[in-house]
C-alpha cells in the first residue's frame, strides 16, 4: 500500500499542481491560438474533480481531460514539424522581406514561426516561441502515463496530498477573499469594482457578525466573469484587436484592457532591408505601472480558487436528494432487521450483533479496551490545557490591544493622504488619544469608523480609473485627487479599512463574552505568566513613546505639502498644542 499511495502523490502533484502551472506559463509568454488553447485547459482544470485512484476509476472527466490535451498538444507540434518542413523545402517564403505578408502574419498569430536566426535573431525569443507546446505534450505525457498505472480497483481511502480537500475547505473562504481584494484593487477599472464590491460587503458582514455561508451563487457568478475576463484580456493582445480597440479609447480604459505585448511589424524600406519592429520578439508596452502586472497574477488566482470552489459546490448540488418516503422505508426495513435479529435462539451473551453481523463481546470489548489504552497512553491532558491556556491569553490579549492599532493606523492615514476627508480622521485620533478611557472610546465610534472608512476607499476607487483631468475633474485639497499608480492610494485605503473591520470584531467579541462573564475563567500557568510580563513591558514602552509618534507624525504632515496651504498650517497648529500641552504635563 505505501508504493500505490507514493504513485498517487505524484500523479496527483504532476496532475493538480505543475500541469496547471505549465498551463499557465505557455499562455503567457506568447501571444497565439495555441497559448489561447492551453489557457482554456488551464481553465477547466480547476473545475475537475479531485484527482485520486479512486476518482480516475469513477469520474471520466478526468480522462477525458488528459487524453485531450495530450491529443491537442501532440497536434500542435505534429503543426510545428509541418511548418519546418514547408519551411526547409522552400515552399514557405519566411525571411525579413516577408516577414510582415499576411500569410506569416496569420502562422505568427496560429502559433507557428520561424526559427532562421535572421528573422529571430535572440535565442531567447526562439526557446520563447517554441518550448511551450513541447513542454505541455511532455507534461501531458508523463500525467498520461502515470494516470493508466493506476490500479484497476479502486482503493479502500485515499491519502492524497495529506486530505488536500479538507485543507482546501477550511482555507478557501480567506484565500478567495484576498484574491477578491488584490484582484479588484490593483487595477481599478469597472468590471474589477464586482470584485472589490464583494470583497467590501463580505468583510463588512464579517465584521458585525453576520454568517454569510459559502455563498455558492455569487461564486459560481464570479467565477463565470472572472473566466470571461481572462478570455478578453487575452484576446485583447492580439495585433488586430487592439489596434481596432485602441487602449487609450475610454471603452477600453474603464473596462480595463490593458495592451501588455507590443507586436508591431515594420520593414525598412532599404536595400538589404532590415527589421524596424519585430512581432516575434519580446517586448512590453511602456508606461505600464506595477498594479497592471499584478492584475494578472490576482486574476489567475482568483479563478483558480473561485474554479475549486466550483468543483465542490456542483459534487454537492449534483448530490441525489433523498426521498422522505424511501427513507421511511429503509428506516423500517432497518428496524424489522434489528428485531428479528433480537429473537434468534442461537444469541448468547457472549454475542452481539455489529451492523447485521454476529460478533464475539470479549472479543469486540478487548479490542475497544486495547485502542483506549493506546489512546490514553499517547494523551497529554496537560500538555492540551497549557497549549489553550496558552493560545486563550494571547488571543484575549490581542483583542484588548486592537485598538492601539487602530490609533496608529488613523494616525498614518491621515497625513499619508493630506486633506479635508482624512483631516477628519486626524482630528478623532488626537481626541481619542486624549481620552481618559482611550479603549472604551474607540469602541464608541467603531460602527461610525467602518462607515467612514468605507465612503473614503470608495471615493478613491472612482478617482483610481483609468480617466482623464477633462474626463474626472479633481479637487486636491477635498481629497478627490488621482495618483500616477492608480491602484496603490486603493490598495493602502482598504488595508488601513481591514483595520476598522477588525477593531469593530473586536469590539463585539468583547461585548458578547462580556455577557457571558467567559473573562473570568481564565487559567494560567508560567508560560502565561511570562506572557503577562513582556505585554506589559511592551504596553508601557508603547505608551510612555506614543505622544512622540503623534508629535513626529503631525510634524511630517505639515511638511509633507509642497506649498504654504490652510491645511499645512492647521497641522502645525496641532503640533504646537499637543507639544505645549505635553511640555506643561
Same mark, same amino acid.
Given at each position: 500500500?505505501?508504493?500505490?499511495?507514493?504513485?498517487?502523490?505524484?500523479?496527483?502533484?504532476?496532475?493538480?499542481?505543475?500541469?496547471?502551472?505549465?498551463?499557465?506559463?505557455?499562455?503567457?509568454?506568447?501571444?497565439?491560438?495555441?497559448?489561447?488553447?492551453?489557457?482554456?485547459?488551464?481553465?477547466?482544470?480547476?473545475?475537475?474533480?479531485?484527482?485520486?485512484?479512486?476518482?480516475?476509476?469513477?469520474?471520466?472527466?478526468?480522462?477525458?481531460?488528459?487524453?485531450?490535451?495530450?491529443?491537442?498538444?501532440?497536434?500542435?507540434?505534429?503543426?510545428?514539424?509541418?511548418?519546418?518542413?514547408?519551411?526547409?523545402?522552400?515552399?514557405?517564403?519566411?525571411?525579413?522581406?516577408?516577414?510582415?505578408?499576411?500569410?506569416?502574419?496569420?502562422?505568427?498569430?496560429?502559433?507557428?514561426?520561424?526559427?532562421?536566426?535572421?528573422?529571430?535573431?535572440?535565442?531567447?525569443?526562439?526557446?520563447?516561441?517554441?518550448?511551450?507546446?513541447?513542454?505541455?505534450?511532455?507534461?501531458?505525457?508523463?500525467?498520461?502515463?502515470?494516470?493508466?498505472?493506476?490500479?484497476?480497483?479502486?482503493?479502500?481511502?485515499?491519502?492524497?496530498?495529506?486530505?488536500?480537500?479538507?485543507?482546501?475547505?477550511?482555507?478557501?473562504?480567506?484565500?478567495?477573499?484576498?484574491?477578491?481584494?488584490?484582484?479588484?484593487?490593483?487595477?481599478?477599472?469597472?468590471?474589477?469594482?464586482?470584485?472589490?464590491?464583494?470583497?467590501?460587503?463580505?468583510?463588512?458582514?464579517?465584521?458585525?457578525?453576520?454568517?454569510?455561508?459559502?455563498?455558492?451563487?455569487?461564486?459560481?457568478?464570479?467565477?463565470?466573469?472572472?473566466?470571461?475576463?481572462?478570455?478578453?484580456?487575452?484576446?485583447?493582445?492580439?495585433?488586430?484587436?487592439?489596434?481596432?480597440?485602441?487602449?487609450?479609447?475610454?471603452?477600453?480604459?474603464?473596462?480595463?484592457?490593458?495592451?501588455?505585448?507590443?507586436?508591431?511589424?515594420?520593414?525598412?524600406?532599404?536595400?538589404?532591408?532590415?527589421?524596424?519592429?519585430?512581432?516575434?520578439?519580446?517586448?512590453?508596452?511602456?508606461?505600464?505601472?506595477?498594479?497592471?502586472?499584478?492584475?494578472?497574477?490576482?486574476?489567475?488566482?482568483?479563478?483558480?480558487?473561485?474554479?475549486?470552489?466550483?468543483?465542490?459546490?456542483?459534487?454537492?448540488?449534483?448530490?441525489?436528494?433523498?426521498?422522505?418516503?424511501?427513507?421511511?422505508?429503509?428506516?423500517?426495513?432497518?428496524?424489522?432487521?434489528?428485531?428479528?435479529?433480537?429473537?434468534?435462539?442461537?444469541?448468547?451473551?457472549?454475542?452481539?450483533?455489529?451492523?447485521?453481523?454476529?460478533?464475539?463481546?470479549?472479543? @469486540?470489548?478487548?479490542?475497544?479496551?486495547?485502542?483506549?489504552?493506546?489512546?490514553?497512553?499517547?494523551?497529554?491532558?496537560?500538555?492540551?490545557?497549557?497549549?489553550?491556556?496558552?493560545?486563550?491569553?494571547?488571543?484575549?490579549?490581542?483583542?484588548?490591544?486592537?485598538?492601539?492599532?487602530?490609533?496608529?493606523?488613523?494616525? @498614518?492615514?491621515?497625513?499619508?493622504?493630506?486633506?479635508?476627508?482624512?483631516?477628519?480622521?486626524?482630528?478623532?485620533?488626537?481626541?481619542?488619544?486624549?481620552?481618559?478611557?482611550?479603549?472604551?472610546?474607540?469602541?464608541?465610534?467603531?460602527?461610525?469608523?467602518?462607515?467612514?472608512?468605507?465612503?473614503?476607499?470608495?471615493?478613491?476607487?472612482?478617482?483610481?480609473?483609468?480617466?482623464?483631468?477633462?474626463?474626472?475633474?479633481?479637487?486636491?485639497?477635498?481629497?478627490?485627487?488621482?495618483?500616477?499608480?492608480?491602484?496603490?492610494?486603493?490598495?493602502?485605503?482598504?488595508?488601513?479599512?481591514?483595520?476598522?473591520?477588525?477593531?469593530?470584531?473586536?469590539?463585539?467579541?468583547?461585548?458578547?463574552?462580556?455577557?457571558?462573564?467567559?473573562?473570568?475563567?481564565?487559567?494560567?500557568?508560567?508560560?502565561?505568566?511570562?506572557?503577562?510580563?513582556?505585554?506589559?513591558?511592551?504596553?508601557?514602552?508603547?505608551?510612555?513613546?506614543?505622544?512622540?509618534?503623534?508629535?513626529?507624525?503631525?510634524?511630517?504632515?505639515?511638511?509633507?505639502?509642497?506649498?504654504?496651504?490652510?491645511?499645512?498650517?492647521?497641522?502645525?497648529?496641532?503640533?504646537?498644542?499637543?507639544?505645549?500641552?505635553?511640555?506643561?504635563?
Amino acid at each position: 500500500m505505501g508504493g500505490v499511495d507514493t504513485q498517487e502523490l505524484v500523479t496527483y502533484i504532476m496532475y493538480r499542481m505543475l500541469l496547471p502551472l505549465v498551463l499557465v506559463v505557455a499562455a503567457c509568454i506568447r501571444v497565439s491560438l495555441l497559448s489561447l488553447l492551453w489557457l482554456l485547459f488551464f481553465m477547466v482544470l480547476p473545475c475537475l474533480p479531485k484527482f485520486s485512484f479512486r476518482n480516475w476509476l469513477v469520474h471520466k472527466s478526468l480522462k477525458v481531460y488528459i487524453i485531450m490535451l495530450l491529443v491537442m498538444s501532440t497536434m500542435a507540434i505534429s503543426g510545428h514539424l509541418v511548418f519546418w518542413a514547408l519551411q526547409l523545402s522552400n515552399k514557405l517564403d519566411v525571411t525579413i522581406s516577408t516577414l510582415c505578408d499576411p500569410t506569416n502574419i496569420l502562422l505568427m498569430n496560429i502559433g507557428f514561426q520561424s526559427l532562421h536566426e535572421d528573422v529571430v535573431p535572440d535565442v531567447l525569443d526562439r526557446v520563447r516561441l517554441i518550448l511551450p507546446d513541447f513542454v505541455v505534450f511532455l507534461m501531458a505525457s508523463v500525467t498520461t502515463i502515470l494516470c493508466f498505472r493506476s490500479p484497476h480497483t479502486p482503493p479502500h481511502r485515499s491519502k492524497t496530498g495529506l486530505n488536500v480537500s479538507r485543507v482546501w475547505r477550511t482555507c478557501e473562504p480567506f484565500i478567495t477573499v484576498v484574491c477578491l481584494f488584490l484582484a479588484g484593487a490593483v487595477a481599478p477599472s469597472l468590471v474589477n469594482v464586482l470584485y472589490f464590491a464583494t470583497f467590501i460587503t463580505l468583510s463588512t458582514l464579517w465584521a458585525i457578525g453576520v454568517k454569510c455561508g459559502r455563498i455558492p451563487y455569487i461564486k459560481l457568478l464570479l467565477l463565470v466573469i472572472s473566466g470571461l475576463q481572462l478570455l478578453t484580456l487575452y484576446v485583447y493582445q492580439f495585433h488586430g484587436i487592439n489596434t481596432r480597440l485602441l487602449p487609450s479609447s475610454l471603452t477600453a480604459r474603464l473596462l480595463g484592457l490593458v495592451q501588455y505585448y507590443v507586436q508591431d511589424c515594420e520593414i525598412s524600406t532599404t536595400h538589404p532591408p532590415t527589421i524596424i519592429s519585430n512581432p516575434l520578439h519580446l517586448q512590453l508596452t511602456e508606461k505600464l505601472v506595477w498594479g497592471d502586472y499584478a492584475f494578472v497574477f490576482a486574476l489567475f488566482a482568483l479563478y483558480f480558487s473561485l474554479g475549486q470552489s466550483a468543483r465542490f459546490l456542483i459534487k454537492i448540488s449534483s448530490a441525489p436528494a433523498r426521498d422522505s418516503s424511501a427513507e421511511a422505508d429503509e428506516t423500517r426495513n432497518v428496524s424489522l432487521k434489528l428485531l428479528h435479529a433480537d429473537k434468534r435462539t442461537n444469541l448468547t451473551y457472549n454475542t452481539i450483533n455489529v451492523d447485521g453481523a454476529l460478533e464475539d463481546a470479549a472479543g @469486540l470489548r478487548g479490542s475497544i479496551r486495547s485502542r483506549h489504552s493506546s489512546f490514553a497512553s499517547s494523551y497529554h491532558p496537560e500538555e492540551e490545557g497549557t497549549f489553550n491556556q496558552i493560545l486563550t491569553v494571547l488571543i484575549k490579549l490581542l483583542i484588548d490591544q486592537v485598538y492601539l492599532f487602530t490609533l496608529l493606523i488613523l494616525m @498614518l492615514w491621515s497625513i499619508a493622504y493630506i486633506s479635508w476627508m482624512e483631516f477628519v480622521l486626524l482630528v478623532l485620533v488626537c481626541f481619542l488619544c486624549i481620552c481618559p478611557k482611550a479603549k472604551e472610546a474607540s469602541y464608541s465610534v467603531a460602527y461610525p469608523l467602518v462607515g467612514y472608512g468605507t465612503i473614503l476607499v470608495s471615493i478613491q476607487y472612482i478617482y483610481g480609473l483609468d480617466l482623464t483631468e477633462a474626463e474626472l475633474p479633481q479637487k486636491m485639497d477635498i481629497g478627490l485627487k488621482r495618483e500616477k499608480d492608480r491602484g496603490a492610494p486603493v490598495f493602502f485605503k482598504a488595508l488601513f479599512l481591514s483595520v476598522f473591520w477588525i477593531h469593530l470584531r473586536a469590539f463585539l467579541y468583547q461585548q458578547v463574552h462580556l455577557v457571558e462573564g467567559a473573562g473570568s475563567t481564565l487559567r494560567h500557568n508560567r508560560y502565561t505568566v511570562k506572557i503577562y510580563d513582556f505585554y506589559r513591558n511592551v504596553r508601557h514602552v508603547i505608551l510612555t513613546y506614543w505622544p512622540v509618534v503623534c508629535y513626529v507624525t503631525l510634524l511630517t504632515a505639515s511638511l509633507h505639502a509642497h506649498s504654504i496651504n490652510i491645511m499645512r498650517i492647521i497641522y502645525l497648529m496641532f503640533f504646537a498644542a499637543f507639544m505645549f500641552c505635553y511640555v506643561a504635563s
